[in-house]
């Protein structure tokens, strides 16, 4: 059985701040990365404890999506969901956003 996506507005708001940033060095890079992410959605839709219990925070499982952004999510099974939470950079402070 397939789940539905619900990202938050926090993710949301990473993903359209991650574009914005990745365009002021690189035409392709913002194209990559929607790629990318698009591809690892996919992913947890259909399969979403593939990836790893995020060991700080085990409510959280995490994937790299593209170069050091890493996508935080939880699932529940009752309503076959996947709750995106966060995409955050590798060199931000996770720990505490988190």
Do not use: C, W
Not at 47 to 56: H, L
Not at 70 to 79: E, G
């Amino acid at each position: 059985m397939k789940y539905s996506i619900k990202p938050s507005f926090l993710s949301k708001n990473d993903k359209k701040e991650i574009i914005r940033y990745l365009e002021q060095y690189s035409s392709t890079a913002p194209v990559k990365f929607k790629k990318e992410l698009k591809k690892y959605l996919q992913i947890l839709n259909s399969t979403p404890y593939i990836f790893a219990v995020y060991n700080t925070n085990p409510e959280y499982r995490h994937v790299v999506v593209y170069g050091s952004y890493v996508l935080f999510y939880t699932v529940d099974d009752v309503n076959k969901e996947v709750f995106v939470y966060r995409i955050l950079h590798g060199a931000q402070d996770i720990g505490n956003i988190i």
